[in-house]
Protein backbone atom coordinates (compact mmCIF):
# COMPACT_ATOMS: atom_id res chain seq x y z
CA UNK A 1 0.00 0.00 0.00
CA UNK A 2 0.99 3.61 -0.10
CA UNK A 3 3.15 5.19 2.63
CA UNK A 4 4.91 8.46 3.47
CA UNK A 5 7.76 8.91 5.87
CA UNK A 6 8.34 12.06 7.13
CA UNK A 7 11.41 13.50 8.91
CA UNK A 8 10.78 13.23 12.67
CA UNK A 9 10.32 16.65 14.77
CA UNK A 10 10.14 18.52 16.47
CA UNK A 11 12.33 20.70 14.86
CA UNK A 12 13.07 24.27 16.21
CA UNK A 13 14.66 27.20 14.36
CA UNK A 14 15.32 30.48 14.83
CA UNK A 15 14.09 33.25 12.63
CA UNK A 16 15.86 33.97 9.13
CA UNK A 17 17.51 30.31 9.03
CA UNK A 18 16.83 27.62 6.34
CA UNK A 19 13.88 25.24 6.55
CA UNK A 20 14.26 21.64 5.19
CA UNK A 21 11.46 18.85 6.38
CA UNK A 22 12.20 15.53 4.53
CA UNK A 23 9.67 13.47 2.87
CA UNK A 24 9.60 10.41 1.01
CA UNK A 25 7.26 8.28 0.01
CA UNK A 26 5.85 4.39 -1.15
CA UNK A 27 3.47 3.98 -3.86
CA UNK A 28 2.19 2.71 -6.98
CA UNK A 29 2.17 4.44 -10.17
CA UNK A 30 2.39 8.24 -10.09
CA UNK A 31 0.21 9.77 -7.28
CA UNK A 32 -0.52 13.46 -6.21
CA UNK A 33 1.83 15.25 -3.63
CA UNK A 34 0.74 17.79 -0.92
CA UNK A 35 2.17 19.47 1.73
CA UNK A 36 -0.37 20.44 4.44
CA UNK A 37 0.06 22.75 7.65
CA UNK A 38 -2.10 22.90 10.68
CA UNK A 39 -1.38 26.35 13.00
CA UNK A 40 -2.60 26.35 16.52
CA UNK A 41 -5.75 25.69 17.07
CA UNK A 42 -6.64 26.02 13.46
CA UNK A 43 -7.71 23.16 10.75
CA UNK A 44 -5.61 21.55 8.39
CA UNK A 45 -4.77 23.63 5.00
CA UNK A 46 -3.46 22.92 1.77
CA UNK A 47 0.31 24.83 1.64
CA UNK A 48 1.29 23.38 -2.19
CA UNK A 49 0.88 20.34 -4.38
CA UNK A 50 2.84 18.69 -7.55
CA UNK A 51 0.92 16.14 -9.77
CA UNK A 52 3.56 15.21 -11.72
CA UNK A 53 7.61 14.22 -11.50
CA UNK A 54 9.62 17.43 -11.61
CA UNK A 55 6.61 19.46 -10.70
CA UNK A 56 7.57 22.25 -8.40
CA UNK A 57 5.05 23.49 -5.74
CA UNK A 58 5.29 27.22 -4.12
CA UNK A 59 3.32 28.68 -1.66
CA UNK A 60 4.39 31.25 0.53
CA UNK A 61 8.09 31.12 -0.02
CA UNK A 62 8.03 27.38 0.76
CA UNK A 63 8.78 25.16 -2.11
CA UNK A 64 9.02 21.28 -2.76
CA UNK A 65 10.00 19.70 -6.01
CA UNK A 66 8.63 16.09 -7.30
CA UNK A 67 11.20 13.73 -7.64
CA UNK A 68 10.17 10.71 -8.62
CA UNK A 69 14.26 9.16 -9.06
CA UNK A 70 14.16 9.39 -4.90
CA UNK A 71 10.14 9.12 -4.54
CA UNK A 72 10.77 12.41 -2.35
CA UNK A 73 8.68 15.77 -1.97
CA UNK A 74 11.06 17.80 0.43
CA UNK A 75 9.60 20.95 1.73
CA UNK A 76 11.97 23.70 1.91
CA UNK A 77 11.79 27.62 2.70
CA UNK A 78 14.90 29.99 2.58
CA UNK A 79 14.08 32.41 5.36
CA UNK A 80 11.42 31.21 7.97
CA UNK A 81 9.29 33.29 10.16
CA UNK A 82 7.76 33.18 13.65
CA UNK A 83 4.62 32.96 12.14
CA UNK A 84 5.78 29.63 10.74
CA UNK A 85 5.36 27.79 13.79
CA UNK A 86 3.08 24.88 13.18
CA UNK A 87 2.78 21.02 12.56
CA UNK A 88 3.39 20.41 9.11
CA UNK A 89 2.34 17.18 6.99
CA UNK A 90 2.96 15.48 3.85
CA UNK A 91 0.28 13.52 1.84
CA UNK A 92 0.33 11.70 -1.56
CA UNK A 93 -3.45 10.71 -3.12
CA UNK A 94 -2.93 7.51 -4.80
CA UNK A 95 -5.25 6.21 -7.44
CA UNK A 96 -8.38 5.42 -4.52
CA UNK A 97 -8.11 9.47 -4.08
CA UNK A 98 -8.15 9.25 -0.62
CA UNK A 99 -5.02 10.65 1.32
CA UNK A 100 -1.87 8.87 2.98
CA UNK A 101 -0.38 11.48 5.60
CA UNK A 102 3.17 11.57 7.16
CA UNK A 103 3.07 11.59 10.49
CA UNK A 104 3.82 15.32 10.77
CA UNK A 105 6.33 17.50 12.04
CA UNK A 106 6.29 20.13 14.24
CA UNK A 107 8.31 23.33 13.56
CA UNK A 108 8.82 26.04 16.47
CA UNK A 109 10.92 29.51 14.97
CA UNK A 110 12.03 32.05 17.80
CA UNK A 111 12.36 35.15 17.00
CA UNK B 1 -12.36 25.33 -3.12
CA UNK B 2 -15.42 24.02 -1.51
CA UNK B 3 -16.38 25.28 1.73
CA UNK B 4 -17.13 22.62 5.00
CA UNK B 5 -19.34 23.50 7.72
CA UNK B 6 -18.37 21.05 10.82
CA UNK B 7 -19.96 20.64 14.03
CA UNK B 8 -19.98 20.49 17.18
CA UNK B 9 -16.59 21.81 16.86
CA UNK B 10 -16.19 20.12 20.38
CA UNK B 11 -17.56 17.72 22.97
CA UNK B 12 -17.17 15.72 26.23
CA UNK B 13 -18.95 12.87 26.09
CA UNK B 14 -19.30 10.18 29.22
CA UNK B 15 -18.41 6.40 28.18
CA UNK B 16 -20.83 4.33 26.63
CA UNK B 17 -22.80 7.12 24.69
CA UNK B 18 -22.61 8.04 21.16
CA UNK B 19 -21.53 11.12 19.23
CA UNK B 20 -23.17 12.31 15.23
CA UNK B 21 -20.58 14.81 13.84
CA UNK B 22 -22.13 16.81 10.91
CA UNK B 23 -20.24 17.71 7.55
CA UNK B 24 -22.01 20.29 5.07
CA UNK B 25 -20.36 21.25 1.76
CA UNK B 26 -21.45 24.15 -0.09
CA UNK B 27 -21.29 21.87 -3.51
CA UNK B 28 -22.03 18.61 -4.77
CA UNK B 29 -19.54 16.61 -4.33
CA UNK B 30 -18.90 12.61 -5.41
CA UNK B 31 -16.40 11.44 -2.24
CA UNK B 32 -16.20 12.54 1.21
CA UNK B 33 -13.47 11.17 3.66
CA UNK B 34 -13.57 11.20 7.33
CA UNK B 35 -10.23 11.19 9.29
CA UNK B 36 -9.11 10.49 12.68
CA UNK B 37 -6.28 12.66 14.28
CA UNK B 38 -4.89 10.91 18.12
CA UNK B 39 -3.62 13.42 20.15
CA UNK B 40 -0.37 14.12 18.74
CA UNK B 41 -0.50 12.18 16.10
CA UNK B 42 -0.99 11.96 12.26
CA UNK B 43 -4.16 11.78 10.44
CA UNK B 44 -5.86 8.29 9.95
CA UNK B 45 -8.49 7.43 7.13
CA UNK B 46 -11.36 5.97 8.44
CA UNK B 47 -13.76 5.69 5.72
CA UNK B 48 -14.62 6.94 2.73
CA UNK B 49 -17.98 7.89 1.96
CA UNK B 50 -19.82 8.15 -1.28
CA UNK B 51 -23.84 9.02 -2.22
CA UNK B 52 -26.16 6.25 -2.27
CA UNK B 53 -23.81 3.51 -1.52
CA UNK B 54 -22.01 2.35 1.76
CA UNK B 55 -19.10 3.28 3.44
CA UNK B 56 -15.79 2.00 2.63
CA UNK B 57 -13.81 1.37 5.68
CA UNK B 58 -10.20 1.30 6.19
CA UNK B 59 -8.40 -1.75 8.37
CA UNK B 60 -8.63 -1.43 11.73
CA UNK B 61 -11.91 0.57 11.23
CA UNK B 62 -15.95 -1.03 11.49
CA UNK B 63 -19.29 0.00 10.61
CA UNK B 64 -20.69 -0.89 14.03
CA UNK B 65 -18.00 1.49 15.80
CA UNK B 66 -18.20 4.50 13.30
CA UNK B 67 -21.50 4.51 11.04
CA UNK B 68 -21.55 6.35 8.56
CA UNK B 69 -24.79 8.13 6.57
CA UNK B 70 -24.34 9.90 2.71
CA UNK B 71 -28.08 11.13 2.45
CA UNK B 72 -26.96 13.38 -0.65
CA UNK B 73 -23.74 14.78 -2.65
CA UNK B 74 -23.68 17.90 -0.06
CA UNK B 75 -24.05 16.17 3.52
CA UNK B 76 -22.58 13.61 5.43
CA UNK B 77 -22.31 12.11 9.48
CA UNK B 78 -20.09 9.99 11.47
CA UNK B 79 -21.00 8.54 14.46
CA UNK B 80 -18.53 7.32 16.73
CA UNK B 81 -20.77 4.74 19.13
CA UNK B 82 -20.09 2.93 22.52
CA UNK B 83 -17.18 5.37 23.09
CA UNK B 84 -14.63 5.06 25.53
CA UNK B 85 -11.54 7.16 26.29
CA UNK B 86 -9.41 5.94 23.64
CA UNK B 87 -11.59 7.76 21.52
CA UNK B 88 -10.50 10.87 22.49
CA UNK B 89 -9.26 12.05 19.27
CA UNK B 90 -10.09 15.12 16.48
CA UNK B 91 -12.52 13.86 14.07
CA UNK B 92 -12.10 15.74 10.10
CA UNK B 93 -14.24 15.47 7.19
CA UNK B 94 -12.91 15.83 3.70
CA UNK B 95 -13.66 16.55 0.07
CA UNK B 96 -11.88 16.31 -2.77
CA UNK B 97 -11.72 19.78 -5.15
CA UNK B 98 -11.85 19.51 -8.68
CA UNK B 99 -11.02 22.39 -10.77
CA UNK B 100 -11.40 21.93 -15.06
CA UNK B 101 -7.81 19.91 -14.74
CA UNK B 102 -8.84 17.63 -12.81
CA UNK B 103 -8.18 17.46 -9.16
CA UNK B 104 -6.74 20.45 -7.24
CA UNK B 105 -6.76 19.46 -3.62
CA UNK B 106 -8.34 18.59 -0.64
CA UNK B 107 -10.66 20.62 1.52
CA UNK B 108 -10.96 19.90 5.47
CA UNK B 109 -13.19 20.80 7.83
CA UNK B 110 -12.51 22.35 10.82
CA UNK B 111 -12.78 19.63 13.08
CA UNK B 112 -14.27 17.79 15.66
CA UNK B 113 -12.53 18.01 18.93
CA UNK B 114 -14.08 15.05 21.25
CA UNK B 115 -13.10 14.18 25.01
CA UNK B 116 -14.43 10.91 26.44
CA UNK B 117 -14.81 11.01 30.38
Known amino acids: GNSVTQMEGPVTLSEEAFLTINCTYTATGYPSLFWYVQYPGEGLQLLLK?????DKGSNKGFEATYRKETTSFHLEKGSVQVSDSAVYFC??????????FGSGTQLTVLP | SAVISQKPSRDICQRGTSLTIQCQVDSQVTMMFWYRQQPGQSLTLIAT?????????ESGFVIDKFPISRPNLTFSTLTVSNMSPEDSSIYLCSVEDANRQGASGYTFGSGTRLTVV
Open chain 1, 91 to 100: ALRGSARQLT
Open chain 1, 50 to 54: ATKAD
Open chain 2, 49 to 57: ANQGSEATY
